[in-house]
C-alpha cells in the first residue's frame, strides 16, 4: 500500500476531513467493507468499547475509544455520500438555534431544573 493520501495538505485540513481523505484513499486501496452491515456493527462495537472505557474511568482508553467511534462515524458519512464536515455544521447551526430559542423564552437558563430545560428543548426543537 502507498501513501498517497498524505499528500494531501493535512495540517490544513479540520481532522473530519483528514479521516474522511485517508478512509476514501483506504476504499480505493480496496480496504472498505462492500455492504453497510459490517460498518454499523463496527460503530456498534466502537460505542461498545467507548462505554467500557467510561466505565473503567480511563482518560487515555476513552480519548482512544471516542476517537474510533468518530472515525467509524466519519466511514459510516462516506458511505452514505455525506460530507461529515458539513452534517456536523449543520447540527452545530440547529443547536446555537434551539438554544437561543429556549433563552428568548425563559431567559438565564442556568437557573432552570433538568426538566424544565429538556421542556424548553422540546419545545424548541418541534417549532423549528
Known amino acids: 500500500m502507498g ?5 494531501y495538505p493535512l495540517a490544513a485540513l479540520g481532522a473530519l476531513d483528514d479521516a474522511r481523505q ?3 484513499w483506504a476504499a480505493r486501496q480496496g480496504f472498505d467493507w462492500p455492504e453497510m452491515a459490517p460498518l454499523w456493527a463496527k460503530l456498534d462495537e466502537e460505542i461498545a468499547e467507548l462505554r467500557a472505557a467510561v466505565a ?13 467511534v468518530l472515525f467509524t462515524v466519519v466511514n ?7 460530507d461529515p464536515g458539513a452534517a456536523l455544521q449543520s447540527t452545530n447551526a440547529k443547536f446555537v438555534h434551539r ?3 429556549m433563552q428568548l423564552q425563559a431567559g438565564e437558563l442556568e437557573l432552570l431544573d433538568l426538566e424544565t430545560l429538556e421542556q424548553l ?7 423549528g
Open 3 to 7: 501513501t498517497e493520501w498524505r499528500s
Open 22 to 24: 485517508m478512509q476514501d
Open 56 to 68: 473503567q474511568g480511563e482518560q487515555r482508553a476513552v480519548l482512544n475509544e471516542l476517537g474510533d
Open 76 to 82: 459510516l458519512a462516506r458511505r452514505l455520500k455525506v
Open 99 to 101: 438554544l437561543g430559542t
Open 121 to 127: 428543548w422540546q419545545s424548541a426543537k418541534d417549532s
